[in-house]
Antibody, heavy 119, light 107 residues
Framework: EVQLVESGGGLVQPGRSLRLSCTAS????????LSWFRQVPGKGLEWVGL??????????ENAASVKGRVTISRDDSKSIAYLQMNSLKIEDTALYYC??????????WGQGTLVTVSS | DIQMTQSPSSLSASVGDRVTITCRAS??????LGWYQQKPGKAPKRLIY???SLQSGVPSRFSGSGSGTEFTLTISSLQPEDFATYYC?????????FGQGTKVEIK
């Protein structure tokens, strides 16, 4: 069974950093791209970024709203993807999801981890 | 960026009704579109990929159509478990963009 579990969320002050983790199981992690999304409670979904599989260079794409502040990485030996967020802003407050991505489109999603940026 | 305009933003329907939700892309995206269902407190669930392919395990009352700039999600006979919010997502270009969502409520 494909499972994705996000962790690392919490309350953080503006300007600080946070690293989210996405731990995967039930599939060959290294064969897939991984995407990150976020959702302000009660609002719509927003794409944050993506990391390609090593077969496609392991390169990343990021949304303009987080560019320069976010780094996506992966450790295929541990089946974990990371979302490092720096210089956090109040508007980064959201539920963050990771998802397995196939041919550019997410199929399985984790349950999300909540990030609250507040002083 | 490709803008995805989804309509309606909400609708009220009864069990057994046929429901249609539309997404329009600001430029052509071939069939690079998926549809997702999200229930309160839950992660999105993929229903449709490649605009019209039904995700394994999803009931056949869900169908998708369209290509280019106009796409449709149809629920042929609405069931109680279908009351949720639905989103389209384009993956033709970066940044990936969603429609604003359609909340399907009980009439």
């Amino acid at each position: 069974e494909v499972q994705l579990v996000e962790s690392g969320g919490g309350l953080v002050q503006p300007g600080r950093s946070l690293r989210l983790s996405c731990t995967a199981s039930g599939f060959t992690f290294g064969d897939y791209d991984l995407s990150w999304f976020r959702q302000v409670p009660g609002k719509g979904l927003e794409w944050v970024g993506l990391i390609r599989s090593k077969a496609y260079g392991g390169t990343t794409e990021n949304a303009a709203s987080v560019k320069g502040r976010v780094t996506i990485s992966r450790d295929d030996s541990k089946s974990i993807a990371y979302l490092q967020m720096n210089s956090l802003k109040i508007e980064d407050t959201a539920l963050y999801y990771c998802s397995r991505t196939v041919a550019g489109l997410p199929d399985y999603w984790g349950q999300g981890t909540l990030v609250t940026v507040s002083s | 960026d490709i803008q995805m305009t989804q309509s309606p933003s909400s609708l009220s329907a009864s069990v057994g009704d046929r429901v249609t939700i539309t997404c329009r892309a600001s430029q052509g995206i071939r069939n690079d579109l998926g549809w997702y269902q999200q229930k309160p407190g839950k992660a999105p669930k993929r229903l449709i990929y490649a605009a019209s392919s039904l995700q394994s395990g999803v009931p056949s009352r869900f169908s998708g159509s369209g290509s280019g700039t106009e796409f449709t999600l149809t629920i042929s006979s609405l069931q109680p478990e279908d009351f949720a919010t639905y989103y389209c997502l384009q993956h033709n270009n970066y940044p990936r963009t969603f429609g604003q969502g359609t909340k399907v409520e009980i009439k």
